[in-house]
């Protein structure tokens, strides 16, 4: 098992929550339950928030993140933020590719590689999630689903650039709902993604890789799905919005 080559890394996902008050009281709650994590630790909020965030975690152990980016570095392009706009903040992460943008905001497998492609000449970290709907684990076509998802999102990125991606294996059917995949399914697909990207880079670059788990990851079910070898982590959305709970994740990953 090669676990120990790679960083865990647990990612609180805000979505559209928190104004810049409820934010505050939010993040001063995470740096208690955040300081001794033998993990790394991000928070990616909303847009608003960033300045803020990286403001008030500033010499702590908490990275600040965004929720998306455009691919084009300026432009006229109503409503978006460039990956520039992210790293000249201090922002350090950026989730591209969520199952959630996918659904409402007609994100594709190729706007997926392009923002990607954007935010790594900007010096970003990139959470690429990818994850097949239920009816697409019925018909039992998760794996084809989540290769080419992975795929097409990695063309043209090189070896070296793949240091700074993190793959989210996200079933869609168990974002926001409660279901959790079995701990068993969560390492499966993972293993699955780690093997395609050997295919397309080396066993070097696929040991190297940070692969998490996300879909209602909670504090009583972290445990398990984190002690899977081929999870590296978790991307938690409702949990995250609770500092206790996301305490608990932290500290189970640290184990
Ligand atoms: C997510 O937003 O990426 C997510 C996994 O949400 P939840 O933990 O609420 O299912």
Redesign the pocket.
Known sequence: MNKELRKVIIAG?W?MNKTRAEAKVLIEELKPVSANADCEVVIAVPFTNLETAVNLTAGTNIKVGAQNCHFEKSGAFTGEVSADMLAELGVEYVIIG?SERRQYFGETDETVNKRTKAALEAGLKVII?VGEMLEEREKGITEEIVGIQTKIALLGITAEQIKNVIIAY?PVW????GKTATAEQANEVCSYIRGVVEKLYSKEVADALTIQY????NAANAAELLAQPDVDGG?????SLKANDFGVILAEASK
């Open positions: 996902n979505k969520h999630c996200e168990a974002i926001g709902t996300g879909g209602s990851m991307l938690i959305g409702g949990a």
